[in-house]
């Protein structure tokens, strides 16, 4: 899996948008970049993923730069329960033992009321 | 609601014996599961591939006999953590891959926490 770079840590206001960045300058072409989230004494949470198009679903939006380099997750808007540790994984998507994810040390997100 | 559970979610044992942990697909069936170790403040750590019908996968440093893996059925993988001992004490959590609708997406546990006396 190719190395991403993230902030170790951000703050967010409730009610705001959270805007989290990923590096990954690496990636390969067949590479996509996921995002998961681990709230404290929890499995981590699936959240979005996507290869080039911006993709959005019910939880988060996620936006990839033309060159793929990086990647930006937006939470638009923030609540107390979404404050976690957000993980940025970019890895193949194939069979068998490819899907095993290899974490970074994430970004804490702390959304304050 | 989950879709990979793991029981026990806390479990305390004295330091020699063995522990086992659960890890159940329960609304889909699962060949390769996997297992992590996360320490305090620290990030997941994969520690092994499991394969339904076959030998585990270990990742590299992780000892195959002190972590006993089993995928006997395709929705249920077992950890065993054995002779324990306190620096074994740790958060492990196991995952499942769910095909399908959510190709490529990976459900983890709620995690087990063990601690060793």
């Known amino acids: 899996d190719a190395k991403t770079t993230q902030p170790p840590s951000m703050d967010c206001a409730e009610g705001r948008a959270a805007n989290l960045p990923c590096n990954h300058s690496t990636i390969s072409g067949n590479e996509y970049v996921y995002w998961y989230r681990q709230i404290h004494s929890q499995g981590p949470q699936y959240i979005i993923h996507g290869l080039k198009n911006n993709e959005t679903n019910e939880m988060a939006s996620l936006i990839i730069t033309e060159d793929r380099k990086s990647s930006t997750l937006i939470l638009p808007h923030a609540t107390l329960r979404d404050t976690a540790v957000y993980y940025c994984?970019?890895?193949?998507?194939?069979?068998?033992?490819?899907?095993?994810?290899?974490f970074g040390k994430g970004t804490l997100l702390t959304v304050n009321p | 609601g989950a879709v990979v559970s793991q029981h026990p979610s806390r479990v305390i044992c004295k330091s020699g014996t063995s522990v086992k942990i659960e890890c159940r697909s329960l609304?889909?069936?699962?060949?390769?599961m996997f297992w992590y170790r996360q320490f305090p403040k620290q990030s997941l750590m994969l520690m092994a591939t499991s394969n339904e019908g076959s030998k585990a996968t270990y990742e590299q440093g992780v000892e195959k006999d002190k972590f006993l893996i089993n995928h006997a059925s395709l929705t249920l993988s077992t950890l065993t953590v054995t002779s324990a001992h306190p620096e074994d004490s740790s958060f492990y959590i196991c995952?499942?891959?769910?095909?399908?609708?959510?190709?490529?997406?990976?459900?983890f546990g709620e995690g087990s926490r063990l601690t060793v006396l």
């Open positions: 995952s499942a891959i769910r095909t399908g609708r959510y190709t490529g997406e990976l459900f």
């Open positions: 609304d889909f069936q699962a060949t390769t």
């Open positions: 994984i970019v890895r193949v998507v194939s069979g068998g033992s490819n899907y095993k994810l290899t």
